[in-house]
């Protein structure tokens, strides 16, 4: 289904306070999907592409027209009904209700795999909505970049004495989110290789200042970064190369290699280049014969992994980053795949266990003030965490703004709400220029099932019990959320998972302080609760400290 | 996860108008979920199943006392969230939204297997909630009735001049959704041979009137509905034995018989006895060994089905009934098993394109004249409707109530909320003597993706999109229902649908007119909606005359 090139064309959410919808409630989801697309924000614009391989915002260009359309005209107890990037009706409800209810991708079980979702695609019935892509709350390469950095943070603690400085890290994929990687490592101290098939994907985050250069080859580039190593200088370096190709010849040449991991489009085969395709040749490629690309791309991956793999047997920090190439890899006759873990159980179900996760808002306005008096208030709100006071300060120097000025940072059970409430005094006060939105990614606490990645090796088994992101869903729905989205297959692909998001309007009315204060205490709880069922104690005694009613362990 | 015999006890729902919970909105669900484990209404309380295999209300006592206790204490501005039958948070809401929100059985697609879910469930982390069981409003045999005799009375209209007198129908499964055949055909005029290899569930319902007579053997009840047919003479026989057996023999002895369905637990094939295998001897080997009781059940279905396609060959009407027999029939190596169709496709879905489903409502109160009082407001509120007021009559007549008195009937998009709303107004006037709770099968219009059944074949290929129950329960959420609740496998088994459910109580005051307008519109409106985005003529005429906003055709 592609659209006729006419109705292509440049989108970019509106600035400042001026209304182009019945009110903020719903200018909100209008300039965020269009803040999607802006051509800073997104992938491949054109085609409606923001990011995670073909994650989309709006099933084609009509579509998006009519929810532009919609959302303009949507009165305050009126809910629109969106079903894979297409708008389809439009229902009488009440203030308190969600102004938007969206579900992407979603399929019966035994129809759920890449073949048949591709099918139904084509026939102009689905669409693939990644994680914010189709729930309109991307916010660029900054949203991945404090999990990354979380991440690497955690690394560091855990075995290089709480730094990265001295250490030498692999990557692959260097796309909307796997390009916060090269930047994560650097803020921790560290110095970074990053291989991408496309060059223009690494010359955008050298241009964004997420990558500090790019070599000209891959032994200008070990060059490079074995010196930065030997000086314990940050330093992040890209090279062109197929990242089967070049973790094997790494591997192969014995370079000091201490750190391994991934973030190429593994999920979907369509979306990670095989060896000896050419980027030109991709896109015809893949679409011409599906079958023949996916075992191709397969193949490479299993070559991959095995290289990565390789780099653990011979000590390193590897693991799996959140793409399902493990499965991938397997599924392409490697059998060692699963011999590293997943980032989740590795380094952040701890957080998790806590409610925490990536709490992120945006300025409406479109005024980096806006965001920058915001980071004022997260620091003045918890003075006493280090942690988060070290991230904000990074952010606000490092970070280039990707659309309507927007901030990410980790935030748990009963501390998002005051996040949160905050901002909608500072609305109303006048100290911030217009409304903010409050969201999330779905790979968060309580919002997703995902055996591969955000609910592998659960302490109970339950990693494929996807009731939990379902709860969460309509708990957001019924505590006030000014969107929620359920979607099946993000980020490790379809078939294996099914997550959920909600964002919340802070328009500085005292109705929204309500639904604030209970989408930002219960949307976390949520994750508390389901860590809870799951035996881990942390997440027991924070439900107690901090009062969530668990009833099977009343009466 | 058997419980220990102590914590087992016979439950029933409390009547009258004392409340033990804090109000109606709380009272309900409990009386609800209390009548659905009513040994009236359940196929084995002691095991909490209440209907279609191991369809249950809650996943164990404990969880069954820890749901009562909350329910007990909840507030108007609370929510339970329930995961499979589990009560797993208590959060602070507002008064438009559901007091309970429900997940049942749902799996991550590549783990939607009978075998991975039994694995969850035996590590005690999931149960089977079918469509009604784990969320409530199951109200006995009644329930699939008008179903049934809708989908009779539109094979009569069909084939047989407008009424099933002088035909021979033959079926099998007489459990709690397959024991309202017998009925559903003789109020069709008809003579129906029912086949169960369990002579207690055939008792039962020759006990509460749903079956006429039990046949001493197959030679008895062959002569009997011959002698019926012969005379054109309403009656329905039961006869002992497995349908696979039973099914084959009548071909092969060229018995004339005019319609063939079937209504065993096909679904779960650990639920389906096999050919060879006695009812004693049913439930251990089915735990001692699931792969092989599961092959041979298959192998019994593919004779089984067999047999039906042999029925259809020599001119028989033959269906599916909902029990996705012929995929298991299929997967026991019978090719021709799609050779018959689904009852949707072939007499349901031109309701479904209205909004037509099984609207149904019980009494709280448990006085069986609050049922008479809503079935003669039902004729006065649709004086038109012929078809209507002859099952409402019937049923007066001939249903006995199970449990709570509950009434069913098919109403379509902006006429079910008529219906709430006058009961709603007999009980502010006391013209009933307590509320009612109003809700539906998750068999409906809006509510399912099955592409075994209720989305089997739709026109643009859309069968297997599972956006649509997510939206429906999404938006009965966002339009003020007191519970709702989102099912995997529900019908057709794990792996091949997902569905939702929503409850409205009317309990007399002007807030639940306000939500009762609301969900009852919206709900079947999804309906519509669902049907015209598939391209049914008659839902974009429903869509258009009745006034539902379908952005795409708009603008
Ligand atoms: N860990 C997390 O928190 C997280 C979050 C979101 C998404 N993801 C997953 O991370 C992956 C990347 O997401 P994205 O948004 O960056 O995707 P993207 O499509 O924007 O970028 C993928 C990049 O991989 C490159 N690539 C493809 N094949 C390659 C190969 N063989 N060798 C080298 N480079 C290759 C592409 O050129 C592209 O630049 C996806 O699988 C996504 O689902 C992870
Ligand atoms: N068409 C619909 O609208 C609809 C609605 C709900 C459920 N269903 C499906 O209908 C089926 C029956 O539901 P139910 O609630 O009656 O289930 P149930 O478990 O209460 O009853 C099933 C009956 O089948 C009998 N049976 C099992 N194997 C048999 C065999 N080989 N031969 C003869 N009898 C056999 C059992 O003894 C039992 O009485 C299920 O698959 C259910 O999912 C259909």
Known sequence: MTDAPTTRRTVRAARGTELTAKSWQTEAPLRMLMNNLDPEVAERPDDLIVYGGTGKAARNWEAF????????????????????????GVFRTHEWAPRVLIANSNLVGDWATWPEFRRLEQLGLTMYGQMTAGSWIYIGTQGILQGTYETFGAIARARFGG??????????????????QPLAVTMNEGVVLIVDVDETRLARRVEHGYLDELAVDLDDAVARVLAAKGERRPLSVGVVGNAATVFSELLARGVAIDIVTDQTSAHDPLSYLPEGVTVDEWHELAASDAEDFTRRARA???KQVEAMVGFQDAGAEVFDYGNSIRREAELGGYQRAFAFPGFVPAYIRPLFAEGKGPFRWAALSGDPADIAATDRAILELFPDDEHLRRWITKAGEKVHFEGLPARICWLGYKERHLAGLRFNEMVASGELSAPVVIGRDHLDSGSVASPYRETEAMADGSDA????????????????????????????????????????????????????ERVLVNDPGTGVMRHVDAGYERAVEVAHERGLRIPMQEG
Chains 1, 2 share one sequence.
């Open 163 to 180: 730094s990265l400085a001295g250490t030498l890290t692999l990557t692959g994929g260097c796309g909307g989110m796997g390009g916060a």
């Open 65 to 88: 027209d009519a929810i532009v359309r919609t959302l303009e005209g949507l009165e305050s107890d009126e809910t629109l009904l969106v079903q894979s990037g297409k708008p389809v």
């Open 465 to 516: 019990i996807a009731d939990w992101p379902l709860l969460n869903a309509l708990l957001n729905t019924a505590s006030g959320a000014t969107w929620v989205s359920i979607h099946h297959g993000g980020g490790v692909g379809i078939g294996r998972s099914i997550h959920a998001g909600q964002v919340i309007v802070a328009d500085g009315t005292p109705l929204a302080a309500e639904k604030i």
């Open 300 to 302: 490479s991956m299993a």
